[in-house]
């Protein structure tokens, strides 16, 4: 079976979807109504850290509008402190409240037991790091490919009809 590049990436966008329903499970058992799965990822990549919007858009990927629309209702439902800076009213320093934090430590119990049934052991825990590198691995090649405009270098050669297709 031959897996092509199309299916790795449709492959991962389904995986985020089947992940955003989880937490949505998740923070009705909880009884949250009030925040999105989107907003419980920023609330795991701010974590125990104080940092700038422009930081977490850095760290998260996110795009700016969408970043921020959330960060507003984070703000507004008492998830995130945001903090304007004194000289330069323009940007802010966010971090989480006490409410952000017991939301993600709820999460993060619910999470370690899903990770305990899916490493199921030894072999399963290689299996996740091996997942886990090939993602990485996956990310930096397109990373790569966008920052450059082509197959990087470190890329396994291309026969020159898969090239001239491009």
Known sequence: MTVTHL????????????????????????????ISPAQVALLFNIGDDELSVRDLLDRGHYMGSNASYNLKQLVESGYIERQVMARDRRSARIK???KGHEL?????????????ALSNGRDGEAELENA????????????????????????????SEARNRR
Not at 104 to 116: K, S, V
Not at 141 to 151: A, C, E, S
């Open 96 to 98: 989480l409240t006490e």
């Open 104 to 116: 993600c430590d709820a999460l993060q119990e619910f999470h370690e037991e899903y990770h305990e």
């Open 7 to 34: 299916e790795l990436a449709n492959t991962v966008e389904r995986i985020y979807r089947r992940f955003a329903d989880l937490l949505r499970v998740d923070l009705i058992r909880l009884g949250n109504d009030d």
């Open 132 to 159: 886990l590198h090939t993602l990485r691995r996956l990310e930096e090649f397109w990373t790569q490919t966008l920052r450059y405009g082509g197959v990087p270098a470190s890329a396994p050669m291309m026969t």
